[in-house]
């Protein structure tokens, strides 16, 4: 299976006349990487539920966290919507290593905005955090709160010149795994982000958290239990923690939009391929309006979905605001890869629901992307509110 699509193509040739050609090669060549390297152990990363490391590597390898950061952190300055595209290509294989490399790629940004240049160079360069040889997570959520972030209850206190930290984070996306994590905790001034490594003594990881999709990702709690570390480690501005945090999930929810684009072309190219296959009433399915109609439906708000992310992508690559953009194109594109996979799960039939065809996964993958990094419903609350605010 391909996995770059002529809607792609023509998407960034559009927004790329001049340069097409080198992001074109681009593209077909990480497509070539996944489809060798990622896609074949994808159903084995769900099924077994192993952290796909290895795929992970060999993209990090290709360059593909580091494409759009700029060349004094060894990335090649690429624009954001070729990176975007790249995304899609991951997802469309296997949205476990996507939604690994996702959030290791937020706190990268998070560090490139708002971190002193002592943490920039220790862990975007030294410590290798955007050629893979560090991995990364963020720790906002805990077990009381998660949409309503400011109901955080982990605390950081200045003393001397450490902080010390207490609290607990819970569906912690690379928890156990990564290296180093982006925390969010309370100072006297508020709400304040820290980098705080893994080996530091009094952060453990707690329970492992199974879930329903992206099966191959580890989400579990971390754990502070008076966790010091040197005042250096603080990210930004002491009480401006949401507002870094915000910017941050502006940028993860472009990528949360296109990751749920690349799982629902992948549902969709399975149902177009088996309903040639599969006959009834001595007919391919396909031959059937009712299922062609799925087909319209679904070609139509993927396209829609994909447009909507490179646009919203195209935005932040020009450096205009884009909070609302990304808000649309995560939760139009979430829910529009949750209906694509369930109307390919239907056109699957009984087989559909059957463990042997590898369809329920992208189904399960993609039911994740209308929760993670503002729900559906918050999504909706922040562009009705942009909107008012607009007028
Ligand atoms: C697999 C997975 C990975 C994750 N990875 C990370 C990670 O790496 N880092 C991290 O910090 N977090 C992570 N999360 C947490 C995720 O961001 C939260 O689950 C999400 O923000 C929703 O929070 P909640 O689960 O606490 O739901 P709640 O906030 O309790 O919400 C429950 C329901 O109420 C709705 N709701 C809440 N407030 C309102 C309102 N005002 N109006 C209408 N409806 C409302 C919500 O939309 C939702 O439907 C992850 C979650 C999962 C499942």
Redesign the pocket.
């Known amino acids: 299976m391909a996995l770059y699509t002529e809607d792609q193509k023509r998407i960034l040739k559009t927004l790329y006349p001049n340069d097409f050609e080198d992001y074109d090669i681009i593209l077909r060549t990480l497509d070539k990487v996944i489809e060798k390297e990622v896609l074949p152990r994808a159903e084995e990363v769900d099924g077994e539920k192993i952290f796909p490391k290895e795929g992970m590597d060999t993209l990090f390898e290709e360059g593909l966290v580091s494409m759009s950061f700029p060349p004094e952190y060894g990335g090649l300055g690429l624009p954001y919507p070729v990176y975007i595209a790249c995304m899609e290509l991951v997802s469309k294989a296997c949205a476990s290593t996507s939604i690994s490399l996702a959030?290791h790629s937020t706190v990268c940004e998070g560090l490139r905005l708002f971190a002193s240049e002592e943490l920039k160079k220790t862990w975007l360069l030294e410590k290798g955090l955007l050629e893979g040889r560090s991995l990364a997570?963020?720790?906002?959520?805990e077990p009381g709160?998660?949409?309503?972030a400011g109901a955080i209850r982990t605390k950081a206190r200045l003393e001397g010149d450490e902080y010390v930290i207490d609290g607990t984070?819970t569906?912690?996306?690379?928890a156990g795994v990564a290296d180093v994590y982006f925390v969010f905790a309370l100072t006297d001034n508020g709400p304040t982000a820290f980098l705080v490594e893994a080996d530091r003594p009094g952060l453990s990881i707690g329970k492992d958290i199974p879930?329903v999709g992206?099966k191959g990702?580890k989400?579990g709690e971390v754990i502070f239990e008076d966790c010091r570390i040197p005042s250096s480690n603080l990210v930004g501005t002491e009480g401006k923690g949401f507002k870094h945090a915000k910017e941050m999930l502006n940028r993860g929810r472009l990528t949360i939009g296109v990751l749920s684009v690349g799982i629902a072309q992948a549902a969709l190219e399975k149902a177009l391929r088996y309903s040639k296959e599969r006959k009834a009433f001595g007919t391919p399915i396909s031959s059937f309006q009712l299922t062609q109609e799925k087909f319209a439906n679904m070609v139509t708000e993927i396209n829609a979905a994909r447009l909507l992310t490179y646009y919203a992508a195209s935005l932040k690559e020009q450096g205009v605001p884009f909070a609302s953009e990304a808000a649309q194109a995560k939760l139009f594109a979430s829910e529009a890869s949750v209906r694509a996979c369930d109307n390919t799960i239907q056109v699957l039939g009984g087989y559909g629901y059957a463990d042997e065809y590898d369809v329920h996964r992208h189904w399960r993958d993609a039911k994740?992307m209308t929760?993670?990094?503002?729900?559906?419903?918050?999504l909706r609350?922040l562009i009705a509110h942009m909107a008012l605010k607009a007028v």
Not at 145 to 148: A, I, R
Not at 171 to 174: D, G, L, Q, V
Not at 371 to 378: D, F, K, Q, R, V
């Open positions: 959030i997570a963020f720790a906002l959520t709160c998660g949409s309503d984070k569906f912690i996306t690379n879930k992206v990702t989400t994740l929760i993670g990094e503002g729900s559906s419903e918050i609350l």
